[in-house]
């Protein structure tokens, strides 16, 4: 793909052989904060320096958007 970064395995983001990343990121009885469904690709999840998920933002989001610079920034 000529990517510069490092490139990983292609996992299930849904479905019953989710991954066990994805079904923290989208379960509230496991992350604590809300439940969230990836409909699309690019989808986005924001989870901070203490391992707590701040957001979840679709695919639609900008990735240099005001809300991503902001965690981005600490702020």
């Known amino acids: 793909y000529g990517v510069s970064f490092q490139m990983m395995s292609k ?9 066990p990343v994805y ?5 509230k009885a496991l992350n ?3 439940d969230h469904k990836v409909r699309w ?12 998920l701040v957001a979840a933002l679709g695919s639609g989001a900008d990735p240099l958007g005001d809300e991503i610079k902001a965690f981005a920034a600490g702020e």
């Open 23 to 27: 079904a923290w990121l989208t379960q």
């Open 41 to 52: 690709n690019f989808h986005k999840f924001l989870v901070d320096g203490e391992g707590q």
């Open 32 to 34: 604590g904060a809300g």
């Open 11 to 19: 996992v299930d983001v849904k479905g019953d052989g989710q991954h």
